[in-house]
């Protein structure tokens, strides 16, 4: 039985990724790993390794997903969790409420636990290797002369089922689904 490392999530249009890009590089630090702008996506919930013949279950369970599209405004940065950094984020501005329960509720059956925490939406930037309160204090410093940044808005119109496969040089994702987002109904 073999696993594959999964998550659903949303990604961001092409467009964006030389923004993504620039903004890395003001962030660039040693101990900081950055993602690469085009593998930038919205991640709505992590299955973590999963057995191969899994995938046909949660395929089948997530195009009973029924949300609508809707927009999201990319804007903000920020990190997790606070005084000893760990992540750092862009943020995003739209009601990801809806399609976040829907995934929820489409993979609880399959024994995916839900969430315990309130989903909080955003773009993985980076993650720092050792955090200690030093590379805290540059990360905030750099988060604070960069941190109005604004890429606009886009239309959530569909969501994918995706593999992360770990390398060396960093994740390699495929996707395994695509979801269009229509009314219920």
């Given at each position: 039985?073999?696993g594959?490392r999964?998550?659903?999530?949303?990604?961001?249009?092409?467009?964006?990724?030389d923004?993504?890009g620039?903004?890395?590089?003001?962030?660039?630090?040693?101990?900081?790993r950055l993602?690469?702008?085009?593998l930038?996506?919205?991640?709505?919930?992590?299955?973590?390794d999963?057995p191969s013949?899994?995938?046909?279950?949660?395929?089948?369970?997530?195009?009973?997903?029924?949300?609508?599209?809707?927009?999201?405004?990319?804007c903000g940065?920020?990190?997790?969790?606070?005084?000893s950094?760990?992540?750092?984020w862009?943020?995003?501005?739209?009601?990801?409420?809806?399609?976040?329960?829907q995934?929820?509720d489409?993979?609880?059956?399959?024994g995916?636990?839900?969430e315990?925490r309130?989903?909080s939406?955003?773009?993985t930037?980076?993650?720092v290797?050792?955090p200690?309160?030093?590379?805290?204090g540059?990360?905030?410093t750099?988060?604070?002369?960069?941190?109005?940044v604004?890429?606009?808005?886009?239309?959530?119109?569909?969501?994918?089922?995706?593999k992360?496969t770990?390398t060396?040089?960093g994740p390699?994702?495929?996707?395994?689904a695509?979801?269009?987002?229509?009314s219920?109904?």
């Amino acid at each position: 039985m073999t696993g594959v490392r999964c998550f659903v999530a949303v990604e961001l249009p092409e467009s964006m990724r030389d923004e993504i890009g620039q903004i890395e590089e003001g962030l660039r630090m040693p101990g900081l790993r950055l993602v690469k702008p085009d593998l930038c996506h919205v991640t709505l919930k992590f299955l973590g390794d999963v057995p191969s013949e899994k995938i046909v279950n949660i395929r089948e369970a997530l195009h009973s997903v029924r949300a609508e599209p809707f927009d999201v405004k990319v804007c903000g940065m920020g990190a997790f969790p606070g005084r000893s950094i760990r992540v750092v984020w862009l943020g995003l501005e739209g009601d990801f409420s809806n399609l976040f329960g829907q995934v929820e509720d489409a993979l609880n059956p399959l024994g995916f636990e839900r969430e315990s925490r309130k989903f909080s939406p955003h773009v993985t930037l980076g993650r720092v290797s050792r955090p200690s309160q030093d590379m805290s204090g540059h990360i905030a410093t750099r988060i604070e002369k960069l941190g109005n940044v604004d890429l606009g808005s886009f239309l959530v119109d569909r969501f994918f089922l995706k593999k992360s496969t770990l390398t060396r040089e960093g994740p390699i994702y495929e996707d395994l689904a695509e979801f269009l987002l229509r009314s219920p109904g």
